[in-house]
């Protein structure tokens, strides 16, 4: 099949493959599925993962004069890679070719495995830690330091940064209706923020970006760092951290084949002043749990959070095409800041990009009945719920554990408060889209059919049974597992990353969220980092910068 053309829309710059130009600069960058021989490497720094939290650590420590060595376990791709082909970007950028499960096979996961990680293929959608979740983690786990005022101005630098703005450009018509189904029902809306610059329009956001306008660590910190002399090994898995009396002594990589599939055999020793995880809220408790690192009150890889994420499909007359256009433009906290303590579990509502087949795994049914929905494509629309988990004592989350080849797996039992949330969801969202005009309403749960009012719509799901297999949950928000507290009894890291009763270890991205928060998390992680970074920078002798956009 042809890859697809990209044309500029008039005024939008071209903007060239900084991967490339870099490259061609001379970076020091290795591609470890190529290497003939062991390895034995010394840093100040070695960062494992180059996410989010990943790639702000680097450049920030890169820029306060630091040895840095970052870690990827995925491959290095640009944008002449991203050819806006679901059968190329998933199986490439993603963990598990984007077929991420929990241990039960109940919910799907999406998480970016690439250098980048999941800033290379989410949607752009920027939110600050909302304030009453700030308020529950100091209240809950005495982290008193995270207040609203406290982060600001850590926010307003990589809101610079990474140049998250309102998006201005009209909504397309996936976006348009979640507003229109709102404002029919007094239901208040907003629009997102998103990163990026230059921004084309085009709606692929999730297979690369193939303009580089989304300010992905790719584009940004991460090129910054390996400018500034920071090192990159690519296809290199964090395999086991060997710890020394309170310190940890080395780290072992294991070099992983092109293909990202198995090691190639190949084993990198890496020895460093300091070691900082960033390999996700998956990953990272997984790497723990393989080192077995001090962990007296069994919490590592506990208190791992989702949103659970549910949908709702409805058909309409006009066509939605919500492939084309910025993924996620319009959003509605109406239904989210609810769950008090014990009290109900809230949720988000906004939408999701839509293309063919993300679309039509996600969808329930088979035969006929699923070829149909599928020919009505262009006229679908689709809204999530996605519920925050973390708040009610009846919904703490899943455990990370290990299976038999020593990876990582989530368990994630799904709660009454969190079934009770998803019906509440299902209910607003059928309503929502009859609002804004829809023909017939599918909620995605394998005994639901497409209704043709609210009134059947309500009454079918009131009768619903809620349980795992059924209901389709899917998620790309994965935090906790290594929680902050200021009491060891309660968290694995304390208030400034630093993970209990290891002088020489860090955490930095989401894994260290206490709940989940109710946003799209990347900016979350992005102002926390930055924080925690220039604060490790400085209790290692070097002092921090102030980053500018670029």
């Known amino acids: 099949m042809a890859d697809i053309e990209i044309k500029a829309q008039p005024g939008a710059p071209v903007i060239p493959d ?9 970076w020091k960058v290795t591609d470890c599925s190529t290497l003939q021989q062991d390895q034995a490497l010394e840093a ?28 990827e376990e995925g491959p290095l791709k640009s944008s002449s890679d991203f050819k806006m082909r679901e059968a190329q970007a998933y199986p490439t950028l993603y963990q598990e070719g984007a077929a991420r499960k929990t241990r039960d096979k109940n919910i799907n ?11 290379v293929v989410n949607w752009t959608s920027s939110f600050r830690t909302p304030d009453d979740t700030l308020g529950y983690w100091q209240a809950t786990f005495g982290l008193s330091d995270y207040s609203k005022e406290a982060l600001a101005p850590w926010f307003e630098m990589m809101e610079q940064r990474l140049h998250v703005a309102k998006w201005e450009v009209p909504p397309n ?37 193939p303009t580089n306008a989304k300010q992905s660590m790719l584009v940004t910190t991460i090129p910054s760092a390996l400018d500034h002399g920071a090192r990159l090994l690519h296809h290199a898995r964090a395999w086991q951290l060997v710890f020394k009396g309170d310190k940890v002594d080395h780290l072992t990589v294991h070099a992983m084949a092109a293909d990202g599939l198995a090691p190639t055999g190949k084993t990198i020793t890496v020895r460093a002043r300091h070691y900082v995880l960033a390999g996700g809220a998956i ?23 989702l949103h659970p994420t549910i949908a709702s499909a409805a058909v309409f007359e006009q066509k939605v095409e919500g492939y084309a256009g910025a993924p996620q433009s319009v959003y509605s906290d109406h239904f989210l800041h609810r769950d008090a303590v014990d009290g109900p579990v809230g949720y988000k509502l906004e939408v999701p990009p839509q293309h063919p087949v993300l679309m039509s795994t996600t969808l329930q049914g088979y035969g006929e009945s699923h070829a149909d929905l599928m020919r009505q494509f262009p006229h679908v629309h689709t809204m999530l719920a996605l519920l925050r988990d973390g708040f009610n004592h009846d919904s703490a989350g899943g455990a990370v554990g290990l299976n038999d080849y020593g990876l990582p797996v989530l368990d994630y039992p799904i709660t009454p408060a969190v079934w009770d949330g998803v019906r509440r969801a299902l209910l607003t ?71 209990y009763g290891v002088a020489n270890l860090s955490v ?26 220039s604060r490790l920078a400085e209790s290692l002798g070097k002092p921090a910068p102030k980053l500018n956009a670029v």
Not at 182 to 204: D, F, H, M, Q, S
Request: hydrophobic share 40%.
């Open 508 to 533: 930095h991205d989401g894994s260290l969220f206490p709940t989940s928060i109710g946003a799209n998390p990347q900016l979350s992680i992005y102002g926390i980092t930055a924080r925690l970074a």
């Open 429 to 499: 969202m059928a309503e929502m889209q009859f609002a804004a005009g829809a023909k017939t309403v599918l909620p995605v749960h394998e005994q639901a059919k497409q209704y043709t009012s609210w009134e059947q719509a309500k009454a079918a799901i009131n009768a619903l049974p809620m349980q795992d297999h059924l209901m389709r949950v899917v998620s790309a928000h994965v935090m906790g597992g290594c929680g902050m507290a200021s009491d060891p009894a309660k968290g694995v890291t304390d208030g400034n990353g630093r993970y």
């Open 173 to 209: 018509e996936n976006n348009s209706l979640l507003a229109k189904g709102a404002e029919k029902l007094g239901i208040p809306t907003e629009t997102i923020r998103r990163n990026v610059n230059g921004c084309w329009n085009l709606g692929y956001c999730g297979m690369g970006c």
């Open 283 to 305: 990953n990272n408790p997984g790497l723990l749990l393989r080192s077995k690192a001090p962990d007296p009150h069994g919490l590592v890889g506990r208190r791992t959070f």
């Open 44 to 71: 100040d720094v070695v960062i494992v993962g180059s996410g989010a939290g990943g790639g702000v650590t680097a450049e920030i420590l890169t820029l306060a004069g630091l040895d840095v060595l970052i870690l």
């Open 18 to 26: 900084p991967i490339k130009a870099g490259l061609a600069r001379g």
């Open 109 to 119: 996961i999406l998480q970016g495995r690439t250098v980048g990680g999941t800033t």
